[in-house]
């Protein structure tokens, strides 16, 4: 009952988490890695393809990729559409996209 306005979305948050858990459907490595990005401290693989892209963002990438099945190919699929990814990171709001 006390919860700040600037607080309302994190609590939502949480709290949808805390549901999708408690149905078993969180992915929580991708929940982790969501929160965190990549923590390691190992070198990546092979430098980064466009100027555009931040070194953590493509470390993040290189991280990314061991996932899972949904995301074995975004590594192939950035490298091979660099320009429409760099129209897409440069967007006011990407996330709409």
Do not use: C
């Amino acid at each position: 009952m006390g919860i700040f306005e600037k607080h309302k979305l994190m609590f939502s948050f949480q709290m949808t988490t805390m549901i999708m858990d408690g149905d078993g459907d969180l992915n929580k490595i991708e929940l982790d890695f969501f929160l965190k990005g990549n923590t390691s401290l190992d070198a990546v693989a092979k430098e980064k393809p466009f100027d555009w892209m931040s070194s953590n963002g493509w470390k993040d990438l290189q991280r990314l990729v061991t996932l899972g099945d949904a995301w074995k190919n975004i590594l192939s699929d950035i490298e091979g559409n660099g320009k429409k990814w760099m129209e897409w990171y440069d967007l006011e709001a990407p996330e709409q996209t």
